[in-house]
């Protein structure tokens, strides 16, 4: 018997979800998920799978470890790199350029970034030039193994500083990353490649290097359109939620 019934219980606790509304998430029954909270039926790989992305939490521990409530409320579980959704947002949706590949980041920051479509979502204070990227494997050197295909990260190209454990896509020559980077003496950057290889490289080699500040996933199979429309429903709901939490 897994643990996947009483993790996902803590989980709707701490993020206060309703069993209606995480079988909505979901494409379930509000009786299937209390039939897996209270242990009388275990999940499918594929709910599993998709249940451990959208919280950011890897499947082994979803279903083979109890959580606990400290390490889901600090999103600090699991050892796959994953990007933190920050605590404070802020309750006023923005519009930001949403990129179908990560080769569209140029345009989607230039002046002239009428002819790329936009999606709006709840960002955190003090924002700066934020772009959304689809993800596409075929254009990345290397990538965190976490991130599949048509999953989506945010990207702040208005901060750019050195972070210790700060994810950020990378370009340099006709290479590029996500991952995490290292600042060395003589404009040296080590860029700390998901496969653990490391790479060596002078700064201003480096055509540019945004940190990522978000991660969200996607459903299997699901339209471009369709995975727009579906992030911007759940995240009026989060800052609907937040706003209430507020009152």
Same mark, same amino acid.
């Given at each position: 018997?897994?643990?996947? =019934?009483?993790?996902?219980? $803590? #989980?709707?606790? &701490?993020?206060?979800?309703?069993?209606?509304?995480?079988?909505? @998430?979901?494409? !379930?029954?509000?009786?299937?998920?209390?039939?897996?909270?209270? =242990?009388?039926?275990?999940? $499918? #790989?594929?709910? &599993?799978?998709?249940?451990?992305?959208?919280?950011?939490?890897? @499947?082994?521990? !979803?279903?083979?470890?109890?959580?606990?409530?400290?390490?889901?409320?600090?999103?600090?579980?699991?050892?796959?790199?994953?990007?933190?959704?920050?605590?404070?947002?802020?309750?006023?949706?923005?519009?930001?350029?949403?990129?179908?590949?990560?080769?569209?980041?140029?345009?989607?920051?230039?002046?002239?970034?009428?002819?790329?479509?936009?999606?709006?979502?709840?960002?955190?204070?003090?924002?700066?030039?934020?772009?959304?990227?689809?993800?596409?494997?075929?254009?990345?050197?290397?990538?965190?193994?976490?991130?599949?295909?048509?999953?989506?990260?945010?990207?702040?190209?208005?901060?750019?500083?050195?972070?210790?454990?700060?994810?950020?896509?990378?370009?340099?020559?006709?290479?590029?990353?996500?991952?995490?980077?290292?600042?060395?003496?003589?404009?040296?950057?080590?860029?700390?490649?998901?496969?653990?290889?490391?790479?060596?490289?002078?700064?201003?080699?480096?055509?540019?290097?945004?940190?990522?500040?978000?991660?969200?996933?996607?459903?299997?199979?699901?339209?471009?359109?369709?995975?727009?429309?579906?992030?911007?429903?759940?995240?009026?709901?989060?800052?609907?939620?937040?706003?209430?939490?507020?009152?």
């Amino acid at each position: 018997m897994s643990y996947f =019934g009483s993790n996902i219980r $803590k #989980i709707r606790s &701490i993020r206060k979800i309703s069993q209606s509304e995480f079988a909505e @998430i979901f494409d !379930l029954s509000r009786a299937s998920v209390g039939s897996y909270e209270e =242990g009388r039926a275990e999940p $499918k #790989i594929d709910l &599993i799978n998709r249940v451990a992305k959208y919280f950011s939490i890897t @499947i082994d521990e !979803l279903i083979n470890k109890e959580l606990t409530v400290n390490e889901l409320y600090h999103f600090d579980v699991g050892n796959e790199p994953t990007f933190k959704i920050p605590n404070k947002l802020v309750y006023e949706l923005k519009s930001i350029p949403f990129c179908p590949s990560v080769k569209d980041i140029d345009k989607a920051l230039s002046d002239d970034a009428n002819e790329v479509d936009h999606i709006q979502m709840p960002l955190n204070e003090g924002s700066g030039v934020f772009v959304a990227i689809n993800i596409m494997p075929r254009d990345f050197k290397a990538m965190p193994d976490n991130l599949k295909q048509n999953d989506i990260v945010i990207i702040d190209a208005g901060h750019v500083s050195f972070t210790k454990d700060q994810f950020y896509v990378i370009k340099t020559g006709d290479a590029i990353f996500i991952s995490k980077l290292k600042l060395l003496a003589g404009n040296t950057v080590l860029i700390l490649q998901v496969d653990y290889d490391l790479l060596l490289v002078n700064i201003d080699d480096i055509d540019y290097y945004y940190p990522v500040i978000r991660y969200i996933g996607n459903y299997p199979g699901e339209s471009e359109s369709n995975r727009i429309d579906r992030l911007e429903e759940q995240l009026y709901r989060l800052t609907s939620k937040s706003i209430q939490n507020k009152l």
